[in-house]
């Protein structure tokens, strides 16, 4: 589960990164409602976790927004006031639920745990491309239907991959997405799990572009 985290209160983003991140989400951090739209406009997450008051955009003016291009992308309101006037906003213009400031984090990952059971009914979780099937909500990797083992940070690498085909990931870019994993990553992390992948999967699956990064082909081999 990818989390897009808006929040400007720099300390309190940075435990919510860390404690969000234990419980095996992949977060991406924010401070501004236009870097908001513009990370949703870059790679869509699962959830968006909106703090209201923000210096920029408020996070009601942000949620209007996203919701004209967006409108199943799952949006948990955050906000510093209990105020019923910003939960009847935030509702009225498509939040999908909404938490008062302070919360507890075992509140928090209750309402995401509830948010989750939603998408998982409502979105297919198998992406194939060519040969090669995951299955992201039991972490199963096949290729030609036999099961592939893979460690977890090579099955985050193909995901990327997979969930992007057609399109070039760049190592810099699969590299953030390894630490925003929680993942200690080291300079050539992304070029290791690559050469392992294709042991595992063929050589032909996951193609180098060279100076820029790795992509799999929409139609695969
Ligand atoms: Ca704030």
Redesign the pocket.
Known sequence: MQILLV???LPLAQSLRTALQKAGYAVNHVDKGHSALNAIKIELPDIVIL?I??PDLDGITVLKSLRKTHKTLSVLLLT?RDSVEDKVAGLDNGADDYLAKPFEMSELLARLRVLERRLSTSKTTEICVGRVCIDTAGYRVTLDGNEIELAKKEYMVLKTLMENAGRIQTREGLESRLYSWGEEVSSNAVEVHVHHLRKKLGNDFIRTVRGVGYKVDAGGV
Do not use: H, Q, S, V
């Open positions: 929040e400007d209160d703090d008051g923000l510093a």
